[in-house]
């Protein structure tokens, strides 16, 4: 009994000691100088178009419509939509200088939250999300007491320019940590539950696909299933273990290390940049006070003196309160991105030509869209079609164009769903284009690729051949592969597809 | 920190970590997502769907003189996040009415009779460079666009028509490429019987029958 409440005791000490433990907040004031930053570079490329995406003059379609709730948030006029942006953009710039930081983050939060809400198509994804929880702990975090204005203000007050940075207890960093172990094993259960993504089809698909940004690294490793095959299996692993090895002290920066790497393998592959660019932000709430120690201790020749500092910030004689001089900085913004975008007259119904026109497209044109649709091909069935000789995790490892006798040429085509259940056949013709050996099999419609198996025996001479792959009659795709050597006086393993 | 402080810190941490958590266990047990937009700020599904086929939208409207135009922001289309259009995220046709009716009332065109939302789709290892076509692939890129009439909307972009999606279309095609299969759907019938109460003894209103049994999805 004794045993037990004492083990209860020390969860308890431990539990307190994770959450309320006292630092100097770095990590926290880290975050909160880069991610609103980050946040903000799709915002502000969102800027001038304010009255499209989030007011009733546009076409916002709130994430509510998209879950088939209807419109739950009002959608205000261009005029008020545009002054709370432009106030969402100034809090979230204050916050990054960490001027009247937790009102600047309070109201930039809200409102971040707001407009992604507002646009389920094209502002809201999950980095969204991800930027929206960390805005939130930054919020009740008291980033803002270090390398800030505010606190720059404070010193100023206080006339103590070198005073030491105060702690605080470090929950909401902890907080903003856990986050991230959410995120990565939401993650892996997703991947989990995903089966083509162990095949690497899943991620191949995506690389090919053209919704991010430029991904040329990632169109190239699409075709290597092998590789996503392994980078899938350690991708769940790591996403899992993040969460258990993130605070061993002795780790922690080895997990980081491989979560940037993994973070920066999805711009270079799947070409995203702002979802890298958050989830970094974020890593630097790991950042603890002896890190920064760490970091210091080496830079310190670098370190510019108190006197060089003063030297740098103007004297700035207090005239006005911060929070008088910060509401009117941000009225002025506000009113300023309301007449800019007003001069911008982004539909152009100002202009003197009137309203623009649409473009008419040629009649044949709008046919050719319109015309009955056309059958999807047999070839379209399919994406691939490759020779090797060994496989990976049921995937061809490695392509060949020449073999040996008694090697056996393993044949692989992958498949495009949805398809029917098909016939596949596979044919080797000589170099005259007369056929030698086929063989067929069933491909269900849940299959994403088939294989064939042909061991070449003494049938065959030295010289020049293809593989054909043929589907309901039609030849598909070909493959020329050579053979070399001398043929073997006797076969092995009868059962594979062999001559 | 004061008792009470830390009192209302720990309820703040407990709600904290008690909503992602059941983010996890919902999106791992597939419950209580449907319909549920705050679920989104729980659920971590990045990259969970996926097809094999590239898709674009094209709209296109049909005047009352026959002609057609390309229903399209001739301010310039916003590019959320790369090359593409807002629109062409929008695959499920949640913007399609609103995008139409925005952009015939901001412009200029003669009078608009209807207009069509097409897809177009084509295989997406045509999306590949032709250096990379020519590594990969032993057989000449003829790359071939299927389209598809997926609605027919009216000049103020109401649905007067709706079709399947072509994926799904397609989906059904290889599905019903089954003989039997074939036949035993034409001679089921769907019987909903149970799908109203005639008239509710209490109230004297028809009431909806929670009890029914419906097509799954899942």
């Not at chain 1, 690497?200 to 690389?207: A, S, T, V």
């Not at chain 2, 026959?66 to 629109?87: C, D, N, Q, T």
Request: proline share 5%; net charge positive.
């Amino acid at each position: 009994m004794n045993r037990s409440r004492q083990q209860d005791m020390n969860l308890r000490q431990s539990l307190s000691k994770f959450f309320f433990e006292e630092q100097v907040p770095f990590g926290a004031a880290l975050t909160r100088i880069f991610l609103p930053l980050m946040a903000l570079l799709p915002m502000l490329m969102r800027f001038p178009r304010v009255r499209e995406l989030y007011s009733s003059d546009g076409t916002p379609v709130q994430m509510f419509e998209v879950f088939g709730n209807g419109e739950v948030l009002p959608v205000l006029n261009p005029g008020p939509a545009i002054m709370l942006y432009s106030l969402m953009v100034f809090c979230l710039l204050c916050a990054v200088v960490g001027w009247r930081t937790r009102l600047s983050l309070c109201i930039g939060t809200a409102l971040y939250a707001y407009f992604n809400l507002i646009d389920g198509i094209g502002t809201m994804t999950k980095y969204s999300v991800i930027a929206n929880h960390l805005l939130l702990l930054l919020t009740v975090s008291p980033c803002g007491r270090l390398w800030s204005v505010d606190e720059w203000l404070r010193k100023r007050r206080s006339g103590n320019a070198v005073a030491v940075p105060q702690a605080f207890p470090i929950w909401p960093v902890r907080l903003m940590q856990l986050l991230f172990a959410f995120v990565y094993f939401g993650a892996a259960m997703t991947k989990i539950q995903t089966e083509a993504f162990f095949s690497g089809e899943q991620m191949r698909y995506w690389m090919l696909s053209n919704w991010n940004y430029e991904n040329p690294v990632g169109e190239f490793v699409a075709m290597w299933p092998p590789v996503l095959l392994v980078s899938a299996y350690l991708t769940v692993v790591w996403e899992i273990v993040f969460g258990f090895l993130v605070w061993n002290p002795r780790l922690k920066w080895f997990v980081l290390a491989i979560g940037a790497s993994f973070h920066l393998g999805t711009w270079l592959l799947l070409g995203l940049y702002i979802f890298p660019a958050i989830c970094l932000s974020g890593y630097l709430c790991f950042v603890t006070q002896q890190d920064v120690m760490f970091v210091r201790h080496w830079i310190k020749p670098l370190k510019l003196r108190s006197s060089h500092l003063s030297r740098l910030v103007p004297e700035i004689p207090p005239v006005l309160p911060s929070s008088v001089t910060w509401t009117i900085a941000a009225g002025i913004f506000a009113a300023t991105a309301i007449e800019t975008e007003y001069r911008l007259d982004l539909f152009g119904t100002r202009s003197k030509s009137g309203r623009l026109e649409l473009r008419e497209i040629a009649p044949s044109q709008a046919q050719s869209l319109l015309a009955a649709e056309t059958p999807l091909r047999e070839k379209d069935k399919f994406f691939s079609f490759h020779l090797g000789s060994q496989s990976i995790g049921g995937q061809l490892a490695n392509r060949r164009v020449n073999y040996e006798f008694g090697e056996t040429v393993l044949v692989e085509c992958n498949l495009n769903p949805p398809h029917e259940d098909m016939w596949v056949e596979c044919v080797l013709e000589d170099k005259n284009g007369q056929p030698i050996d086929s063989i067929g099999q069933v491909l269900t419609r849940e299959m994403l690729r088939g294989h064939f198996m042909y061991q070449l025996g003494s049938r065959l001479t030295a010289g020049q051949y293809s593989m054909v792959l043929r589907s309901a009659g039609t030849e598909i795709s070909r493959r020329q592969f050579t053979i070399s050597g001398e043929p073997p006086v006797c076969m092995a393993n009868p059962q594979n597809y062999t001559n | 920190m004061s008792r009470t402080g830390r009192w209302c810190v720990g309820l703040f941490i407990g709600c904290y970590l008690g909503i992602l958590t059941l983010g996890i266990v919902a999106h791992c047990l597939k419950i209580g997502l449907s319909g549920n937009t705050l679920s989104y700020y729980v659920v971590w599904d990045m990259f969970c769907g996926w097809n094999a086929y590239d898709q674009r939208t094209h709209l296109i409207a049909e005047s009352e003189s026959g002609r057609y135009y390309e229903v399209s922001e001739p301010w310039g289309a916003f590019r959320p996040y790369g090359k593409l259009g807002r629109i062409q995220y929008d695959v499920y046709n949640h913007m399609v009415s609103k995008h139409i009716d925005h952009i015939l009332s901001h412009t200029k065109h003669e009078p608009i009779n209807r207009v069509f939302v097409v897809q177009e789709f084509w295989p997406k290892q045509y999306n590949l460079p032709e250096s990379l076509w020519k590594q990969n692939f032993g057989r000449e890129r003829d790359k071939l666009s299927y389209y598809h009439l997926r609605a027919v909307c009216n000049n103020e972009g109401r649905f007067v028509n709706n079709y399947p999606d072509w994926l799904n279309q397609q989906q059904m095609n290889a599905v019903g490429d089954n003989p039997r299969l074939r036949h035993e759907v034409q001679q089921a019938r769907a019987s909903f019987g149970t799908w109203s109460i005639p008239t509710d003894s209490t109230s004297g209103m028809q009431e909806q029958n929670t009890a029914i049994l419906m097509p799954s999805t899942n």
